[in-house]
């Protein structure tokens, strides 16, 4: 486990990204390629994109992972960086991004059993 991971602690990282008008199909395409790799990743414990009803070219990603340390090693590998020249193609910089630490979960696909 590593160091900055507790036991049974969870990290969240939350960025709101936002996308040239007309780039959202070409960003959400890129974006499950980039989740479908991420799955394999040690650490890596789950991923939701979603898309405010009001801001259609906005997308809200959360990411969630047992330690930062396994985000910034998977930041490294050749399917993160490919994918995020084109996610970076479609975004009007800079996404602004914030990373959580878990206080309190209940989330019934976390339960054990």
Partial sequence: MSEDARQGEIFQVIGRFNLRPGAEAAWDAAFRERIEAATSAPGWLGVASWAPVSEPSQ???IGRWRARTDF??????????????ILDSCQTPPPDIEWFRSVAILDKALAPG
């Fill in 59 to 61: 997308r809200i990603v």
């Fill in 72 to 85: 910034d090693t998977w930041t490294q590998t050749e399917s993160y960086i490919r994918t995020k020249e």
